[in-house]
């Protein structure tokens, strides 16, 4: 939209929640451009709003300029709000602004002491992920969280959950688990299975972790890994967002994919290394 359409519209109509959906109308065609300016006019010319400056700090975001979201998002901090709500713009605020992360680097120990329990959805992940290593003895769970996964473990499952949160890592540990800060202090190369749950769609050299994560599966161990399923969240942490097709591909490059499981909002996949 150039200049003058933008003037017209902000000058001859005042409709807050008109703005807001066309705004949405184009988000959800990702024309982000065009999302900005409906969302632009709806926080500048009527109403500013909580809704109004989240939605633009994600348009803001999808265009690459993350020093505008960054912004909007501190708009948005200031309107009271659910306290799951304002845990997610805070999440989003050290995604868009770097500086921001190193001055809150005990953001996800409040995280998941906020969140001891999971959803029902998260459940329904799990279980089957459980499902899935029924057999095996040994367990490293890389970006572990607190570890809901043991749970469903046979008692004499060796399980390592790896998190750099200190608040996770002991709750892995009253579960009756081990625990690590960093994966570099792992020094088994031999594990059954390697969990990696919610992890690929941060890394940017998704390859790469595979084949790091590889390294420490024993000879004909697997790796089991889930992401969220295409276009079901909307995640300013995540880097790419998989196609299942992709999500195949990029297995592949690490070895042969033995089990496939698609749920409401993630993809599962067990492969055996090669």
């Keep these: 939209m150039n200049e003058s359409i933008y003037n017209h519209f902000s000058k001859c109509y005042k409709n807050y929640k008109t703005y807001l959906d066309l705004g949405d109308m184009a988000y959800s065609k990702e024309d982000w451009e065009q999302a900005v300016w409906w969302y632009q006019i709806a926080n500048f010319n009527c109403q500013r709003t909580l809704d109004g400056w989240d939605k633009l700090a994600m348009a803001l975001h999808h265009t690459g300029n993350n020093r505008a979201a960054a912004e909007a998002v501190r708009a948005a901090l200031a309107y009271d709000m659910p306290s799951s709500r304002y845990k997610r713009l ?30 029902s959805l998260e459940k329904i992940r799990i279980e089957k992920m459980a499902e899935m290593i029924s057999e095996d003895k040994t367990v490293l769970d890389i970006g572990s969280g607190p570890g809901w996964i043991k749970d469903y473990l046979d008692e004499d499952v060796k399980y390592l959950g790896v998190d750099f949160s200190r ?30 749950a919610e992890i690929l769609e941060h890394i940017e050299d998704d390859v790469g972790y595979l084949k790091d994560a590889a390294v420490k599966v024993r000879e004909n161990g697997c790796l089991l890994v889930s992401v969220p399923r295409h276009k079901i969240m909307d995640d300013p942490a995540h880097v790419r967002d998989y196609t299942a097709e992709e999500f195949d591909e990029k297995l592949k490059m690490v070895g042969e994919i033995v089990e496939s499981f698609s749920l409401e909002r993630w993809e599962i996949r067990k492969v055996r290394v090669s």
């Excluded at 999440?91 to 002491?113: G, H, I, Q, R």
């Excluded at 579960?175 to 020094?187: E, F, N, P, Q, T």
């Design 90 to 119: 805070k999440k989003n605020l050290t995604v868009f602004d770097p500086k921001y992360v190193n001055s809150d680097p005990e953001y996800y120990d409040e995280f998941w002491a906020s969140k001891p329990n999971m959803k």
């Design 167 to 196: 608040v996770a890592r002991k709750m892995v540990e009253e579960r009756g688990g081990l625990s690590a800060a960093s994966i570099d202090d792992v020094k088994e190369n031999n594990w059954d299975v390697v969990i990696l």
